[in-house]
Nanobody
Framework: EVQVVESGGGSVQAGGSLRVSCEVS????????IGWFRQAPGKEREEVSC????????WYDDSVKGRFTISRDNGKNTVLLQMDSLKPEDTAVYYC??????????????WGQGTLVTVSS
């Protein structure tokens, strides 16, 4: 069974940095995507970044482009999201997901429980 666990959230002042981690276990799929969504209080969930293993492509929402960097931690089943120049509007619960295409079941997604990032002004 695939399990996704986020860590690294916390509280920082505006302009500061945090690095959140997404560790995936029970996962042996070659072609996959691992990414991050966030949900701020009173707002809809939005995707902020994604990493695609087959191509090494990365994607960022315009709201975080140039400030956030997603990367794979070599040698570990972990994807990192480095968040720099944080703004109060980045405050949210950040959720990691792992997605892949199953030949028999189609699109599969497993989500973590989230880690809270709070950015104070």
């Amino acid at each position: 069974e695939v399990q996704v666990v986020e860590s690294g959230g916390g509280s920082v002042q505006a302009g500061g940095s945090l690095r959140v981690s997404c560790e995936v276990s029970g996962f042996s799929i070659v072609d996959y995507a691992i990414g991050w969504f966030r949900q701020a209080p009173g707002k809809e969930r939005e995707e902020v970044s994604c990493f695609v293993s087959s191509t090494g492509d990365t994607w960022y929402d315009d709201s975080v482009k140039g400030r956030f960097t997603i990367s794979r931690d070599n040698g570990k089943n972990t994807v990192l999201l480095q968040m720099d120049s944080l703004k109060p509007e980045d405050t949210a619960v950040y959720y990691c997901y792992a997605g892949w295409l199953s030949p028999s079941d189609g699109l599969r997604e497993v989500w973590g429980q989230g880690t809270l990032v709070t950015v104070s002004s």
